[in-house]
């Protein structure tokens, strides 16, 4: 099973981008969903999740009231919509996929979630 990330790019301190995840297999809606981000000499750490039926998402502090997570099951897609960007969210954003129930509490460490994309670069200039 594939995830495909798209929408990175190159965008000015202040502005938006919507990034993207399609998965490749017959259902979504199994799946815990993440999104993580590694910058350059850095670990790649989290940045969002959301639960199988959307119905709940947790954020970093680092980009709490600026990201959120939404997913569109019957399109296979998860989003991470980015606002007010900064040049410290430049970095190389990846989707990640577990799966989990609803029930389950979402989580945070790269070690929890055992598919992954190929990412999408986000370059925020000063």
């Known amino acids: 099973v594939q995830l495909v990330e798209s929408g990175g790019g190159l965008v000015q301190a202040g502005g938006s981008l919507r990034l993207s995840c399609v998965a490749s297999?017959?259902?979504?809606?199994?799946?815990?969903m993440g999104w993580f981000r590694q910058a350059p000499g850095k670990e790649r750490q989290f940045v969002a999740a959301?639960?199988?039926?959307?119905?709940?998402?947790i954020l970093s502090d680092s980009v709490k009231g600026r990201f959120t997570v939404s997913r569109d099951n019957g399109k296979k897609t998860v989003y991470l919509q980015m606002n007010s960007l900064t040049p410290e969210d430049t970095a190389v954003y990846y989707c990640?996929?577990?799966?989990?129930?609803?029930?389950?509490?979402?989580?945070?460490?790269?070690?929890?979630?055992?598919?992954w994309g190929q990412g999408t670069q986000v370059t925020v200039s000063s």
């Open positions: 990640a996929e577990k799966r989990r129930s609803n029930f389950e509490r979402l989580r945070s460490s790269t070690n929890d979630y055992d598919n």
């Open positions: 297999r017959l259902a979504l809606d199994a799946y815990a």
């Open positions: 959301v639960k199988p039926n959307g119905g709940a998402t």
